[in-house]
């Protein structure tokens, strides 16, 4: 990955700006403390990801003040003066980590040279960083550089890598409200209310991550006395997220079929970029079926909606007659993103007619109760946060008429530990 510059200086390499590359790093970095600003954490990870598998010791990485800017889109004539003013800052702030009774305090780096002649950054690692860096074996952690370059926040790019790091070992992470500031090195004297430190932090840092990174989350509040004391965090993959890399071989055998349904090339490469080879595939059989069946007029058009939208993967099947107002309604349960918020644009009794069609077809599926109940609360939750986004208002658990609604509305909302009644 890394190529050799012909140099006097030891151990010197080129830094590769890609975001392709891979981040690995030792769990007990990841749970470290320390403040930095998101552009910051970018440049450290873009380092960190120049690191092989089969690197003895850290390397001093030269590169491209250009192209760094351009991966952080910097731009301007201010901005590489606001780079160097970046990196002198990161020098400034140390990193505290716990190594068993010890608290070490240490930088990220040892040195950062700039040379205005070449238009190049020399970075050093701090050689303290190699056994968290280099050859690990386990407890360690992995992801694509792609996953956090869209994150615009700091704490969403650190909450991005608490959770990433639990996503192998199971689906949960509870840790106290006090213990996330320190991690993500938020003062005291920072949102100190948990409603702005909710809204602000917690969750922008959802959305950010539903929409730009390999994972996303739900999350509940646990309460000491009237006090919200914990956090306990809900992971899942983010399959809409799942890359695959250009040059991946099986990537190229699905050129082919996708170029069968009349896509141009341009929609083709976006699809397998981003999307996995998994995803495209059973998308690609399940339009085939739909055109055979006669009811696709547009098979490009609707062989990219399938693929982005993951048609197959849907648990229900929509009845094919139904009136106008019911296949809105309906729609929800195939495409039931929080992003697209305006189809929770509805009235509560337009919401439970809903749930009841989401129910009996379920039902009618064989599914368990425990699907069943998940997948109604799952949509009364992102029902309600429209509500509280859009009007400031929630729904009462009473504007249900059907009982086993509003037993999960009430669920919803203590979970969210709002009372409307």
Known sequence: MANVVETVETNLVELLINKDN???????????????????????????SNIQPNDISTNTYIFPIKQFLELLELKGQSAYTELR?????????????????EAVQINWFSMVKYNSTKGTITIEIHPFWEKYLLSLTSNFTSYKLFNITNLKSIYSLRIYELLKSRINLNSTRTISLQELRTKMGIDP????MYSNFKQRILLQAQKELKAESDI??????????????????????????????????????????LKEFGLKPKAISK?????????????????????????????????????EQDY?????V?????????????????????????????????????????????ESLSAKEEDIRNEIYKQLMDYQRYQDSTYDKLVSPNRFTDGYIQ??????????????E
């Open 318 to 362: 929509l009845p094919k007659k139904m009136d106008k107002q019911d296949q809105q309604l309906k729609n929800l349960i195939v495409d039931n993103d929080i992003v697209n918020k305006t189809r929770y644009d509805i009235s509560a009794e337009e919401m439970e007619r809903h749930l009841i069609v989401v129910k009996e077809l379920k």
């Open 312 to 316: 197959a993967n849907q648990a229900l």
């Open 189 to 192: 004297g920072q949102y100190p």
């Open 22 to 48: 891979t981040v690995t790093k030792s769990n007990l970095l990841i749970e470290a403390s320390y403040k930095l600003t998101a552009t910051q954490f970018k440049l450290i990870q873009t380092v960190f």
């Open 407 to 420: 037993n999960i509305c009430r669920e919803v909302l203590s979970n969210l530990f709002i009372i409307s």
């Open 271 to 307: 699809l397998v970029e981003n999307y996995s080879t998994e995803q495209i595939e059973r998308n690609i059989e399940y339009s085939k079926n739909k055109i055979n069946l006669g009811e696709v007029n547009n098979p490009a058009a609707y062989v990219k909606s399938a693929i």
């Open 216 to 257: 996303y989350f739900e999350f509940n509040e646990i309460k000491k006395g009237r006090a919200v004391d914990k956090i306990e965090f809900h992971i899942f993959r983010n399959s809409r997220k799942e890359v695959i890399t250009p040059i991946n071989i099986e990537s190229n055998l699905l050129e082919p079929n």
């Open 85 to 101: 003013s970046m990196t002198r800052d990161v020098l400034s702030k140390p990193i505290d980590i716990t190594i068993e009774d």
